[in-house]
């Protein structure tokens, strides 16, 4: 995700960049947008389904008005993050990512990469699935590589040197993610 700040509802700058370290899902819409908030009753089956994977939902809001974006949110009762940005005119977050109407839905891996854009529904779910897939694909690849590594160093290292190796490169996300399963 970008390093774009917006704000939450209590009016506190939220850095999408934080967001960072699992895939998310990001929802533009606005309350004014009748195809938005239809949009969003699929992201809610969605997020009902990925709610316990290690994806994040966050929507953000194009409105103008805080309070009329406040008032929709409660309507929706969206159960993810949502955020404000600058209106439709004002957003920098818009122009930077090329966002030319909305709804807009904007996948991101993990390192804050754009996976997909403009994604609704099927695709955005067979998108997420790819996703997640990969990432436990590299996760496996990685535990492999962990346990053939400890196998020989515990022939050819002592403990000290395989602590101090453990301990630099669980720096790297996914040796990292992978140590905490393995």
Known sequence: CPNVSVTNREGDSVS???LRGKPVVVDFWASW???CRQEMQSLKELYKEFQNEDVQFVSISLDDDKKKWIEACEEEQIPWISLLDKGWMDSELRQLLGIESIPCIILFDAQGNIVAKNVRR????EKLVKLLDMRLQATEQTIALLNSFFE???ENWDLTERATWVLYNLKNESVREAYVLW
Request: charged fraction near 10%.
């Open 16 to 18: 999408l960049s934080s």
């Open 33 to 35: 947008c009748g195809p």
């Open 122 to 125: 099927n695709i955005l779910r």
């Open 152 to 154: 020989y160093t515990q």
